[in-house]
């Protein structure tokens, strides 16, 4: 199946520190979709990128496409408590999606 | 409100006995997945389906069978064939085949004794 490697496995930041994953794929990638997942909960649908070198943001969350679409990055300002959770990126591979194996974020108040 | 239903949100099973998760979906989505995810791990793929009465094998489809007789159920049977079935099962349906952002049921945790 598809590769898609995601750093880091788990991740412990202070409030109010910045956090970020990675997601990186050893093919181009067509689009890539991130996804959180809280504790105990299902996974969430947060975005999908498509156009290389794409950034989009919500709220203190920023999403990156790398021009070369081989890898994606998202990025949080000032972690808050209520971002606790595993951050997923999942790839296209035609007939669905391939989810890496996420980050786990932890954020001491 | 529209969204995806699994039931129940925990089962337990004897060892040898197959069992049986429910997914619906009121959506009207075409296509429609069934995820593995054990402690610690990402989603691993079982089956999928794009259509009413097709689906397709996944990376771990076996010991699993699934049906698509309505577009708006997608069943899972956790047969007495997988070794190892033990684990959080998540449903999810996209309305188009290439998922166009994944909706997720809350899941189905199966211990199997």
């Known amino acids: 199946g598809q590769q898609v490697m995601q750093i880091p496995q788990y991740q412990h930041v202070q409030e109010g520190e910045d956090f970020t994953t990675y997601c990186n794929s050893s093919t181009t990638l067509s689009n890539i979709q991130w996804y959180k997942q809280r504790p105990g909960g299902h996974p969430v649908f947060l975005i999908q990128?498509?156009?290389?070198?794409e950034v989009k943001k919500q709220k203190r969350l920023t999403f990156q496409f790398g021009e070369a679409k081989k890898n994606s990055s998202l990025h949080i300002t000032a972690t808050q408590t209520t971002d606790v959770g595993t951050y997923f990126c999942?790839?296209?591979?035609?007939?669905?999606?391939?989810f890496g194996t996420g980050t786990s974020l932890t954020v001491i108040p | 409100d529209g969204g995806i239903t699994q039931s129940p949100k925990y089962l337990f099973r004897k060892e040898g006995q197959n069992v049986t998760l429910s997914c619906e979906q009121n959506?009207?989505?075409?296509?429609m997945y069934w995820y593995r995810q054990d402690p610690g791990q990402g989603l691993r793929l079982i089956y999928y389906?794009?259509?009413?009465?097709?689906?397709q094998k996944g990376d771990i489809a076996e010991g699993y069978s699934v049906s698509r007789e309505k577009k708006e159920s997608f069943p899972l049977t956790v047969t007495s064939a997988q070794k190892n079935p033990t684990a959080f099962y998540l449903c999810?349906?996209?309305?188009?085949?290439?998922?166009?952002?994944?909706?997720f049921g809350s899941g189905t945790r199966l211990t199997v004794v």
């Open positions: 389906s794009q259509i009413v009465n097709d689906f």
């Open positions: 990128l498509v156009k290389s070198g």
């Open positions: 999810a349906s996209s309305i188009f085949t290439d998922g166009y952002g994944y909706t």
């Open positions: 999942a790839v296209n591979t035609g007939n669905q999606f391939y």
């Open positions: 959506l009207n989505h075409d296509a």
